[in-house]
C-alpha cells in the first residue's frame, strides 16, 4: 500500500478515528523534536562556551582590556 492509498484509507474513517491518528502523528513528532533538543544539549555540553566567563569587577575587566 502506498502512501496515497493510506492518506485516502484515513479520510474515509469516522472522525474519531481520524483525530487517532492526528494525535498519534503529534506524539511521534514531539519524539524526534525533543530527540534533536536532548541531543543537541548534550553536545553543547562538551564544548567551550562563545564567550570566556570573565573574573573581577566590570571595572577591573574593562581595565584589563585596554
Do not use: C, D
Not at 20 to 41: P, T
Not at 43 to 54: D, F, G, H, V
Amino acid at each position: 500500500m502506498n502512501l496515497y492509498e493510506k492518506i485516502e484509507e484515513i479520510r474515509s474513517k469516522p472522525e474519531h478515528i481520524r483525530m487517532r491518528y492526528v494525535w498519534a502523528m503529534v506524539a511521534i513528532s514531539m519524539v524526534f523534536v525533543i530527540a534533536i533538543w536532548f541531543f543537541s544539549l548534550a553536545s553543547n555540553q562538551n564544548t567551550e562556551p562563545l564567550i570566556p566567563k570573565e573574573t573581577g569587577t566590570p571595572q577591573q575587566n574593562a581595565n584589563n582590556n585596554q
